[in-house]
């Protein structure tokens, strides 16, 4: 993995591949290269680093076509070099080919490679696909692509060219692969930020699909070689959602863009006091529930949890979307499985979702990106409708997906006659306008991150329904800022994680005025008395937590179920302020992929 764009047509390709590479940058990478064909043959350059290498060297000036396909590479296989950038090509370098995914058997494919003779130069898996469609290549590149890939097990997005054929063979199996549909032109991508400034109309792959792409027309076949009709669909973002408008960095804008994604996600769903969410099944028969998810949207799922058992009495499990397969879990048909991911495209959430519709259990998405893979498979689907999230470390999808797991609880406990209270309605109304207020604490909060840029470590502890808030506030501060954090229950601090508080130590609490109040200030006391640091986030910042808390950022009241939407906000701009301070890229942290398309 990570990015893949394609372009066929009558003008220079070069331009529109390094345009697509630069929209792909946010998914993260630690190579990029391209390659187009001109006159019968191929011409390639490939870097190390960042899109901007490509562009510096010269030879750039001298590849021109009108085709080509470029990537860029987050290693799994091979450290980030030249060598093991993308495109790959055959022996003969007939033919050239872009990869996300993982070639599971490929050691296997190799051996037999090697013993016929090819020579294979990277430490990649995905040199694999040219070696094989050369040993198949007869003068059709179509049939060539289509025997490779019944051979192969694992995931790809894949695109090939060959020097001979004036065609893009696209073909998609656990990996993304998007076909832009443009006047004399056409397009592929594995995002839908590749195409935008060049067309809406689009055609998504589905698994085991392939796309025959010339300039003006296309077709879609099975493996089998079986035509399919596929309908073009429209992109619903624009290009100036996918822009900064002044912000320093991407999530910076995304997290001051809460106000509005979460009212698109509540919009038109609550109406006469009563939760409007069309569900494309019936809900009466659901005994369980199991979410499954991974990162960041693994932390809504645990909110979610407290949500749908305390307020639709249903019971409710969580699962790490990576572990889910391999636990061998009890899977019945009246349970209900929930996939959350803003890409829609993660790879375990996906494999995990597939599990349980083998097993007969109904479906529900909650997914950011209409058209992904998981809003196309499950049986039905709550999107978030949140736009474009482009920095890596998730912040605005975050808070719309428990404002979506809010609605679902609320839902659910309608269905089943249940009082519905009309105050948490109403709080859900004014959410967007109390994240307004959170986000005036900004400056305060820079101040609080520059004392402590400089720390090592970091604890976050919350309980109840904003303990899963410390965990996403330890999470950004790893992710953006490379400094090591933890996130507990406040009520575990004492079975471990005690032993590590100094005066070296900050200690961030959520500390929300409920039925737990006097508990984390007993637990605030126990910090301050090994001389831990300690910062609280609260809507009542009395005498008690006065005396113990070195900082207080202050949040608006809002209902208890509510409140890890507010009281998210302030550690996602924490992390913010110091990985910034710490001149570190934001929206590009190291080692991190936007959408992670493999296991």
């Known amino acids: 993995m990570c990015g893949i764009i394609g372009y066929i047509g009558q003008k220079n390709s070069t331009p529109f591949l390094i345009e697509g590479l630069k929209k792909l940058e946010y998914r993260g990478y630690d190579s990029a290269g391209l390659c187009v064909l001109k006159n019968k043959k191929l011409y390639t350059l490939k870097k190390k680093g960042k899109i901007a290498e490509l562009e510096k060297d010269q030879r750039l000036k001298n590849i021109s076509g009108l085709i080509g396909i470029a990537h860029t590479r987050w290693a799994t296989h091979g450290e980030p070099n030249e060598r093991n950038a993308h495109p790959h090509f ?7 080919i872009a990869h996300n995914g993982i070639i599971e058997n490929h050691t296997a494919l190799k051996k037999i490679l090697t013993k016929e003779g090819h020579r ?37 997005g894949l695109v090939v060219i060959h020097q001979q054929e004036n065609k893009i063979i696209a073909a998609r199996k656990g990996s993304p692969l998007i ?13 839908t930020a590749a195409l935008l400034a060049h067309t809406k109309k689009v055609i998504y792959l589905d698994d085991e699909e392939m796309a025959i792409i010339s300039k003006d027309k296309y077709s879609i076949k099975n493996l089998d070689g079986q035509r399919l009709n596929k309908q073009i669909e429209e992109i619903k973002w624009t290009v100036a959602q996918m822009e900064k408008k002044g912000f320093k960095h991407f999530m910076l804008k995304e997290i001051f863009e809460q106000p509005q994604s979460v009212t698109e996600t509540i919009r038109g769903r609550i109406k006469n006091n009563k939760i409007k969410i069309s569900i494309g099944f019936n809900l ?6 199991i979410i499954t998810a991974c990162g960041t949207s693994w932390h809504a799922a645990l909110i979610g949890k407290y949500l749908l058992e305390q307020l639709a009495q249903i019971p409710t499990e969580v699962d790490y979307a990576s572990e889910f397969r391999y636990r061998q879990p009890l899977i019945r048909k009246n349970n209900l499985m929930i996939a959350i991911s803003q890409s829609g495209e993660t790879a375990d959430t996906l494999a995990a979702l597939r599990e349980a519709k083998k097993n ?31 920095g890596v470390a998730s912040t605005k999808a975050f808070t719309s997906q428990v404002s979506a797991l809010i609605l679902l609880s609320l839902y659910l406990r309608q269905k089943q006659n249940l009082p519905l209270d009309k105050k948490i309605l109403v709080d859900l109304k004014k959410i967007p306008e109390k994240i307004k207020e959170v986000l005036q604490v900004d ?22 329904i904003n303990f899963p808030v410390a965990l996403e506030g330890a999470l950004k501060l790893k992710e953006i800022s490379y400094i090591h954090a933890e996130g507990y229950p406040a009520a575990e601090m004492k079975h471990g994680p005690i032993a590590l508080i100094d005066s070296q130590m900050p200690v961030v609490f959520i500390a929300p005025k409920n039925a737990l109040s006097s508990k984390i200030i007993s637990n605030m006391q126990e910090v301050k008395a090994r001389a831990g640091k300690i910062i609280a986030v609260t809507d009542y910042p009395d005498k008690e937590i006065k005396k113990v ?9 809002i209902n208890n179920y509510l409140s890890p939407i507010i009281n998210s906000i302030p550690l996602q701009l924490l992390a913010y302020h110091i990985a910034d301070l710490k001149n570190i890229n934001v929206d590009k942290p190291r080692n991190l992929a936007k959408s992670v398309t493999v296991e």
Do not use: W
């Not at 990649?124 to 198949?136: G, P, Y």
């Not at 400056?443 to 400089?454: E, G, H, S, T, V």
């Open 360 to 390: 007969q259990a109904k479906t529900l998405g909650i997914i950011n990106v209409v058209g992904s893979t998981i809003s196309r498979e499950v049986d039905s689907g709550i999107y978030l409708y949140a736009g474009p999230e482009i």
């Open 120 to 156: 294979i130069i990277s430490q990649t898996d995905s040199e694999i696909f040219a070696h094989l469609i050369e040993k198949f290549y007869q003068g059709n590149l179509e049939k060539a692509v289509s025997q490779t890939l019944k051979l192969v097990d694992g995931s790809y």
């Open 90 to 96: 055959d022996c003969h370098k007939n033919i050239a």
């Open 549 to 557: 808390a070195e900082y207080i950022i202050k949040v608006p009241s």
């Open 443 to 464: 400056r305060q909060i820079k101040k609080i991150a520059f004392a402590f840029k400089d720390a090592r470590n970091f604890l976050y502890l919350g309980r109840g």
């Open 284 to 289: 009466e028969s659901i005994e369980r529930i």
């Open 179 to 191: 076909i832009g549909v443009g006047q004399n032109e056409m397009l592929v991508a594995s995002d």
